[in-house]
């Protein structure tokens, strides 16, 4: 089963399924809440990688059919207008590219309020082989036996890469591709951009089993990888 990475965003051509993690609606907000000045620029970032991402699949002749979210939509454990305003603004982009009965949104640990107008979270959603879920919890029925593939967000993965030992070091969104359960698992960035993830190699140390539906154990021998660059298992990175 073909997919590709485009940006931030996981991309099935044959199925024409788009997938993206993590948006956390409100995360800007809520840091300007706590009185750190930064600007409200959030949704507007999110609409532009958008539509370079589509702009990037419409270039190979190939169409987005279905838009998943991996869940976390939002970002407050409550409800907050601010962020209900935000996805209103995101849907209505996406309903432009996009029937919007084709629009998946996979409940997530932070989306607590249904802001989707007709109760439209899933816990999980499953299509052609190919199982979609938030990754906080583990369901059963989306490791079924006619499931191939499992997409997950939650864990917003990223890489800290050293130029020279001690001299330099950058932090990089990642995505990661590994087996559990006996089946593929793909593990998708997140789609904030205030914030490059948790670190994959730090997740040795720092990083507790209950946090995710990956343990540890299997975590550490996926691998980081897109067509460009890859750096090989988690578990060797420090190397």
């Known amino acids: ?34 009185g750190i000045l930064i600007p409200e620029r959030q949704v507007k970032d999110i609409i532009s990688d958008l539509k370079n991402i589509f702009e990037q699949i ?16 939002k970002h407050s454990f409550g409800y907050v207008w601010k962020e209900k305003n935000y996805f209103n603004e995101i849907i209505k982009f996406l309903k432009e590219k996009v ?22 979270l899933e816990d999980y959603h499953t299509e052609n082989e190919i199982s979609f879920v938030h990754g906080h919890r583990l369901i059963r029925d989306a490791f079924g036996k006619d499931v191939r593939i499992v997409v997950m967000g939650h864990l917003h993965p990223s890489a800290i890469l050293t130029e020279k030992k001690g001299v330099k070091k950058e932090n990089y969104k990642c995505f990661l591709t590994g087996e559990f359960k006996g089946k593929e698992v793909i593990v998708v960035p997140s789609f904030l951009g205030s914030s490059e993830g948790s670190p994959v190699n730090d997740f040795e140390e720092d990083y507790e089993d209950y946090f995710s ?13 897109d067509k460009v660059y890859s750096f090989g298992k988690v578990k060797d990175l420090n190397k």
Not at 59 to 71: C, E, I, R, Y
Request: aromatic residues 12%; glycine residues 8%; negative net charge.
């Open 58 to 73: 419409e270039k190979k002749n190939l169409k987005v059919k279905k838009f998943v979210f991996l869940g976390d939509i």
């Open 213 to 225: 539906i990956i343990p540890k154990k299997n975590l550490m021998n996926f691998i980081g990888d």
């Open 1 to 34: 089963m073909k997919y590709e990475f485009v940006n931030k965003a996981l991309f099935f051509p044959e199925e024409g399924i788009l997938v993206i993690g993590d948006l956390h609606l409100g995360y800007d907000y809520m840091i300007q809440q706590s």
């Open 99 to 120: 029937d919007d009965k084709n629009i998946i949104l996979v409940k997530g640990n932070h989306d607590t309020i249904d802001y989707s107008f007709g109760d439209r």
